[in-house]
């Protein structure tokens, strides 16, 4: 129980003190609206990204609680990352939300970690995940380019 009150309060410090919010600007700056049909949650995520590594990411929202927390936890896990170890580290938070449990347990997902609780919470998947959503598709537009 001890536990679930650290993860509480986790994630509650990351929706009040959104980590890396605001906008990015310069022309190599891509950016992505993105919309939770679920709940109403909305991002705009802007990155800039050299040579397969994210140098810089923020984002702009509103929404629940665990939303703008997993935005904020998001953006401070992969800033300055490669897209391989993104990638690596999406594929682990998903299937902490959507099964329980990471899919490879020696990744470390950081303060990530904290919102494993959502996984009980099936209407609030979408809220956990709409960062890394809003994610996928920047960077399948940003590939076509
Ligand atoms: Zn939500």
């Known amino acids: 129980m001890q536990l679930q009150n650290l993860y509480r309060s986790v994630v509650m ?15 190599q700056v891509v950016d992505v609206f993105y919309k939770n049909p679920t709940c109403g949650d909305v991002i705009h995520l802007y990155a800039l990204i050299e040579q397969n590594t994210l140098k810089e990411i923020s984002f702009e929202g509103e929404g629940c609680y665990i939303s703008m927390a997993a935005s904020s936890m998001m953006t401070e896990m992969i800033s300055g990352k490669s897209l391989n170890d993104i990638e690596m580290l999406e594929k682990n938070f998903e299937a ?17 970690q904290a919102l494993e609780g959502v996984h009980q919470l099936r209407a609030r998947h ?6 890394w959503q809003a994610l996928s598709l920047l960077l399948n537009t940003t590939k076509k380019i």
């Not at 979408?126 to 960062?131: F, K, R, S, T």
Request: aromatic share 2%; glycine share 10%; net charge negative.
């Open 96 to 112: 902490l939300i959507r099964h329980g449990e990471a899919a490879d347990e020696n990744i470390d997902l950081g303060d990530m």
């Open 13 to 27: 410090d990351h929706a009040k003190r959104k980590r890396h919010y605001g906008s990015l600007t310069g022309e």
């Open 126 to 131: 979408n809220c956990a995940l709409m960062p």
